[in-house]
C-alpha cells in the first residue's frame, strides 16, 4: 500500500514537472514586436496598415504615424495591407533572443489601373443633350450665397430692409443732437437758403410743379 502511495506521488511529480517545463518554453518563445512601416521610396510612414498573424486569425491596427505593437510566438508570419500597398510578410525567426525585438517594415506602393467608365444620368445620349439645353436646375447653397452678396443685390437690400436696433439708435442719437444743438432758440429755416431757391427754380423750370391732371 506504500508502495502504491509512493508510485502515485512520484507520477503526479513527473506530471506536474512536464507542465511547469512546458509552460516555461512557451513563454520563452513569446515575443513583443514594436515596430513601423514606412514607404520604400520615400521613407514616409504608411498609416492605418493592417497587420495579421498569419493563419491565426488575430492581428493589430498601425497609428496614424505608421507605429505598431503585437505580441506573438518566435516562428509566426506576421502580414502586412493596406490599400495602394503591396502585401507584405514577415516571419519572426525562432532563434531570437529576449521577449522584445523592433522591426522597421518597408511598403512599397502599388498602382491599380482602372478602365474607362462613362456615367450618364439618362438611358440615351440625346435624352442627355435635351436635358442639358432645357433642364432648369436649381441653385446650389454656393450659387444662392453668390447671389446674394451681389453688388446690386446688397444695394436692394439696403433700401428696402427695415433698420436693425443699431442703426434706429445711431439715427435717434443724432436727432437728438440736433436738438440739443438749437436747444431754447428758433432751428434755422431754409427759406433764405440760397441753395434751396436755387432748387426751387430749376424745378419750376422742368414743370416738376406743372398739374399734369389740367390735361
Same mark, same amino acid.
Given at each position: 500500500m506504500l508502495n502504491t502511495?509512493?508510485?502515485? @506521488?512520484? @507520477? $503526479?511529480?513527473?506530471? /506536474?514537472s512536464g507542465l511547469h517545463a512546458g509552460a516555461q518554453e512557451q513563454d520563452e518563445n513569446i515575443i513583443q514586436i514594436n515596430g513601423v512601416l514606412m514607404t520604400a521610396d520615400s521613407l514616409r510612414a504608411v498609416p492605418n496598415a493592417v497587420i495579421l498573424v498569419k493563419n491565426k486569425n488575430r492581428g493589430v491596427e498601425a497609428s496614424n504615424l505608421g507605429v505598431f505593437s503585437i505580441v506573438v510566438y518566435k516562428g509566426d508570419t506576421l502580414q502586412f495591407s493596406q490599400l495602394g500597398f503591396r502585401t507584405k510578410e514577415y516571419v519572426v525567426p525562432?532563434? @531570437?533572443?529576449?521577449? +522584445?525585438?523592433? /522591426? $522597421?517594415? /518597408?511598403?512599397?506602393? #502599388?498602382?491599380? +489601373? /482602372? =478602365?474607362?467608365? $462613362?456615367?450618364?444620368? @439618362? =438611358?440615351?445620349?440625346?435624352?442627355? #443633350? *435635351?436635358?442639358?439645353k432645357h433642364w432648369r436646375i436649381p441653385d446650389d447653397k454656393y450659387e444662392i450665397a453668390r447671389k446674394n452678396t451681389n453688388a446690386l443685390m446688397l444695394r436692394a437690400l439696403a433700401y428696402t430692409l427695415?433698420? #436693425?436696433?443699431?442703426? &434706429?439708435?445711431?439715427? *435717434?442719437? &443724432?436727432?437728438?443732437?440736433? &436738438?440739443?444743438? +438749437? +436747444?431754447?432758440?428758433?432751428? =434755422?429755416?431754409?427759406i433764405f437758403s440760397p441753395i434751396a431757391w436755387g432748387k426751387f427754380f430749376e424745378a419750376w423750370k422742368r414743370g416738376d410743379f406743372r398739374n399734369k391732371n389740367a390735361y
Open positions: 502511495r509512493v508510485s502515485l @506521488l512520484a @507520477l $503526479i511529480v513527473c506530471i /506536474l525562432a532563434d @531570437l533572443k529576449g521577449h +522584445y525585438f523592433s /522591426l $522597421i517594415q /518597408l511598403m512599397t506602393q #502599388d498602382t491599380f +489601373y /482602372l =478602365p474607362e467608365t $462613362i456615367i450618364r444620368p @439618362l =438611358p440615351s445620349k440625346e435624352q442627355f #443633350d *435635351y436635358a442639358f427695415p433698420r #436693425d436696433g443699431r442703426e &434706429n439708435q445711431a439715427a *435717434y442719437q &443724432n436727432i437728438e443732437k440736433v &436738438n440739443a444743438t +438749437y +436747444y431754447g432758440q428758433q432751428k =434755422p429755416m431754409n
